[in-house]
C-alpha cells in the first residue's frame, strides 16, 4: 500500500491566506450589501505598466509567428533578462552577481519553497517570528521542523528568532546554532527594515558557523533610506553564504503574472559541492521556465521609461503606507513598518489577539486584514494591513477603522 | 555546518535535454557552415494558434485597465479554466471529475516532478523502462530510488518495467509490487499507446495491490484509434487509485507558455487522508498559480474556433509523424510509434548503441534526435525523433538521413 508524507498532516491549518480568503468568502455571502475592503493579502492593484502591456503584447505577437515563436526557455531563463538583472540589481549596487548565478522562476514563493529541495532534511532551520508562514509551512512539509508544540504555538526543531518592538524587529544572533537562516528584509509582516552593518554581523555569523541564509528581498523596492542594502550581496563574504530570492509581483506588480528569480552563487559550497549545480539540477528536472512572454515582460521593467513607471507604482503604494500610519497613529494605534516596507504592523488595542482583532474589524469595520498571529507565536497581538490597496480604498478603510 | 540534499549527488549526468543541448551547441559552434535540424527535444515549432493569439492580446489589455486587473489567482486555477476542462476533457468522454480536483499549473514536467511531495520516501516507485527521465530524476532526489547500480544501469529500489518490442512497448504487470505506478500513454518517448481494456488491466492491478498510478496524459491530442483512452478515467475505479497530469504544450504548442493541469480525484485516499487535500495544500504552498493571461490563452483552446484550430495543428504533426514513418521504412529502418503519438521509436542500425546513432545522425545527416539509451537501460538500441519540427524541416532531415 502506499504511503503518504506525513509531515503533510503535522500542518497547522490551512496555508493562512486560504484561512483568511474563506472567512472572508463567508462574510460577503452573508453580508451581501457590504463592501468589503481588503487590506490584507499582499497583493496588488495597480494595473501593469504601460510598458510592460507594450512588451507583453510585443511578444504575443512574436508567438504567432513561426519566425518569432518560441518553444521551451532555456533553463536558467532568458539571457537577455538575466543580463538585465545582473546590470541593474547587482553591478548598479556594486555586487558582481554572474548571469549563470541567476535563475529566472514563476516567483519567489514558489522558490522560497523549493529551495530546500536541494538541503538535507537534517538541516536545524532558523526563522524570524513573527515570518512569512511559505518558509515554515514547507520545511514542516519535509520533515525538517519536528513536531508541533500546542502548548508553545512552535515547531520543535525550528528556532524561532522574535522580532518584537523591543529590539525593533530585527532579530538577534540565536543562541541555538542554525544551518538555514531564513531572513527577509524590507520585512513581511513586521515592514521593518536592516542596515548595511547589521546585516553584515549576519553574513558574518553565518560565515562562522557553517549556516546559510535564504534572503528574501522581494521588497527591495520600497527601501527609502539609502542605508538600507538592497541586496545581501552589498555585505561582504554573502556570496560564500547567501541565496537571495527576488521577486516582480511586489515592485511591478506581477503577482498574477507570475515572474521571479533566485541567486545561488557559485562560491557558496557544501564541502567541494557547488550549490549553484544543485540547484542548476533541479531548475532543469522540475521546473520548466517562466513563459517567454512573461519574460519579456519582466524585461521591459528594466528600459528606462519602464523603471520610471514601475517607481511611480511603488511610490502610489508608499503614499497609501504613510495614510495609513498617520491615520491609526492619529486614531491612537500604536504601528511600525511602513517607511521601507508596503505593510504597516500595528499593535491590536486593548489586548485583544490577532484574531479577535480580525473578526472585529471584518465585521464593524469591513476591512480585512492579516492577523499577526498566523505569522508565528511573537506575532500574536500585532496586526498587518498592506498599502496594495487603491488610494480610494484604503481612504475609506481608515474612515471606517476610525469609527470603530 | 549546513548539509545538502546528497540524493543529488546520485543523479546520472545531467537532465538528458541539457546533455543533448550542450552537444549540439558545441557542434554548431565547431560547424558553423552546417545547417543541423531538430528532431531531438519534443519541442513544437508551429505559432500559438489565432484564438489562443487573441486571447492573450485581450487577456493582456484586461491587465493593463484597473478595472480587469488580476492579481493573485484562485489557489487552484481560474474556476472557468478548471470548468472547461471538467467539461471537454472529462464529461465529454464519460468522466465525471469535479472542478475541485483539477489544479490549473504551469505545466506537466513540474507536476510529474512534485507530486512526488505528498509521498513518503518510503514508497517504492514502478516506471515503464524506458522512461520519461523527470519521474525517475525527480525520484532519485527525494531519496526514493536507492543506489545507482553502475554494471546494470539502474537504481537499487526502483521497479523498472521494460517496454520492447516483444510487449509491443506496453509493460506487463510486475512480479514485485509497487507503490507508486508512473504510466505515459501516448508513451514518450517509445510513441506506443495503451488499449482501454489494457489500461483497465493496472486500474484493477492498483486498486487490488493498493498503489497509485501517476498518469501522464500529455499526448492524448494524437490519439487517432478510437480503442485507445484519452484519460484513465475512463477506466472503472480510476478515481480511487489515478492521479492524472496534463498538459497543453503538445495539444497547443504551449511549451514556451506554460500551462497545464492535475487532476487528483478525492476518492483517492490513503487510510482517511484524501491525496486531494494534500496536493491542494502543497499547491497553494509552494505554487502561486499560472499567470492569469495564460489561463485565459488555455481557455481559448476549448472554443470552438480554438479546438478546430490545435486540431489543425496537431494534424499537421502527424503527417510528419507518417512521413517519418514511411521514409525511415523504405530506407529500412525498423520503426515503431508515431500512429496515435507524436514520437517515432527506431531500431538503432547494425547493433550500434544509441549514442553511436546520435554522432552518426548529428555529424553525417546534422541532424538532432534522443538517444533511446537516455529513456532507460531498455532504450539502448533505440533512437527517438520527434514529429514537432516544421514539414520543411522534416522533409529535409529525411532527405539527409536517407543518404547516410
Known amino acids: 500500500m502506499f504511503k503518504i508524507n506525513d509531515n503533510y498532516l503535522k500542518l497547522q491549518g490551512s496555508y493562512l491566506f486560504s484561512t483568511i480568503g474563506k472567512k472572508v468568502k463567508a462574510y460577503r455571502e452573508a453580508n451581501p450589501d457590504k463592501d468589503v475592503i481588503s487590506l490584507g493579502i499582499g497583493d496588488v492593484t495597480l494595473p501593469l505598466a504601460p510598458e510592460v502591456i507594450k512588451s507583453l503584447h510585443a511578444a504575443v505577437d512574436e508567438m504567432g509567428e513561426a519566425d518569432t515563436f518560441r518553444g521551451y526557455a532555456p533553463d536558467l531563463g532568458y539571457e537577455f533578462l538575466r543580463q538585465a538583472i545582473a546590470e541593474n540589481d547587482y553591478k548598479a549596487r556594486g555586487a558582481d ?91 513581511n509582516p ?42 545581501i550581496y552589498e555585505c561582504e563574504g554573502a556570496k560564500k553564504c547567501a541565496i537571495e530570492i527576488r521577486s516582480f509581483s511586489k515592485n511591478a506588480g506581477f503577482t498574477g503574472t507570475r515572474l521571479g528569480f533566485t541567486v545561488v552563487p ?15 539540477r533541479r531548475h532543469g528536472t522540475k521546473f520548466n521556465g517562466a513563459p517567454y512572454i512573461i519574460q519579456r515582460a519582466g524585461m521591459a521593467v528594466y528600459s528606462d521609461e519602464g523603471k520610471k513607471q514601475v517607481r511611480e507604482q511603488v511610490a502610489y503604494y508608499m503614499k497609501n503606507a504613510s495614510l495609513i500610519r498617520e491615520r491609526l497613529i492619529a486614531a491612537g494605534y500604536t504601528v511600525y513598518g511602513g517607511i521601507n516596507a508596503p505593510y504597516i504592523w500595528l499593535k491590536t488595542p486593548e489586548n485583544s489577539t490577532s484574531w479577535e482583532f480580525f473578526n472585529l474589524l471584518l465585521e464593524k469595520a469591513n476591512v480585512v486584514g492579516t492577523p499577526g498571529s498566523g505569522f508565528g507565536p511573537s506575532g500574536e497581538g500585532y496586526f498587518r494591513l498592506t498599502a496594495f490597496g487603491s488610494y480610494e480604498n484604503t481612504v475609506a478603510a481608515l474612515d471606517k477603522i476610525a469609527q470603530i
Not at 557559485?266 to 542548476?280: I, Q, R, T
Open 97 to 187: 552577481i554572474a548571469i549563470d548565478e541567476i535563475f529566472i522562476s514563476d516567483g519567489a514563493k514558489s522558490d522560497s519553497g523549493n529551495i530546500g529541495d536541494i538541503f538535507s532534511v537534517d538541516n536545524r532551520i532558523a526563522v524570524c517570528d513573527p515570518v512569512y508562514p511559505v518558509y515554515v509551512d514547507t520545511n514542516v512539509m519535509a520533515g525538517r521542523a519536528g513536531i508541533y508544540m500546542e502548548n508553545e504555538q512552535r515547531f520543535s526543531n525550528v528556532i524561532y528568532m522574535p522580532c518584537t518592538a523591543e529590539n525593533d524587529f530585527v532579530p538577534q544572533l540565536p543562541d541555538e546554532r542554525p544551518d538555514i537562516i531564513y531572513l527577509c528584509f524590507p520585512n
Open 190 to 231: 513586521t515592514g521593518s527594515a536592516i542596515g548595511r552593518e547589521e546585516l553584515q554581523k549576519w553574513v558574518d555569523y553565518a560565515l562562522n558557523v557553517g549556516a546559510v541564509i535564504i534572503y528574501d528581498a522581494a521588497y527591495e523596492a520600497y527601501i527609502t533610506n539609502a542605508a538600507i542594502p538592497h541586496t
Open 266 to 280: 557559485k562560491e557558496l559550497k557544501c564541502g567541494e559541492v557547488m550549490l549553484n549545480s544543485l540547484w542548476a
